[in-house]
């Protein structure tokens, strides 16, 4: 399955994860999508300040997937995906 699912909710907020690698960055993939996105009113990823993204890589799927028209409003900000970020 995807390393994270939104599937509902009013607001969600997904911040400074490691999706589809260890700490060390080495690949850790999940088989699907890095964060999914079904659902929900508000789904925001990552934010607007340092350190609060997400580094989305190494996954089989997607980085980051919106699926559907349910998923009313999901910002994505300050994410690293398909890369790994500078330390």
């Known amino acids: 399955g995807s390393g994270i699912l939104v599937d509902g909710g ?3 907020r997904i911040t400074a ?5 260890n ?19 508000l789904t925001i990823i990552g934010g607007f300040v340092s350190g609060s993204g997400n580094v989305l890589a190494g996954n089989d799927g997607y980085g980051l997937r919106v699926t559907s ?14 890369a790994m970020r500078n330390t």
């Not at 700490?23 to 009113?41: M, T, W, Y």
């Not at 028209?69 to 398909?82: E, F, H, K, L, R």
């Open 23 to 41: 700490p060390s960055g080495a690949i850790k993939a999940n088989g699907a999508d890095g964060i999914r996105v079904e659902d929900g009113l």
């Open 69 to 82: 028209s349910d998923a009313q409003v999901t910002i994505a900000s300050d994410n690293w995906i398909g």
């Open 10 to 12: 009013d607001v969600t």
């Open 17 to 21: 994860n490691l999706i589809g690698v």
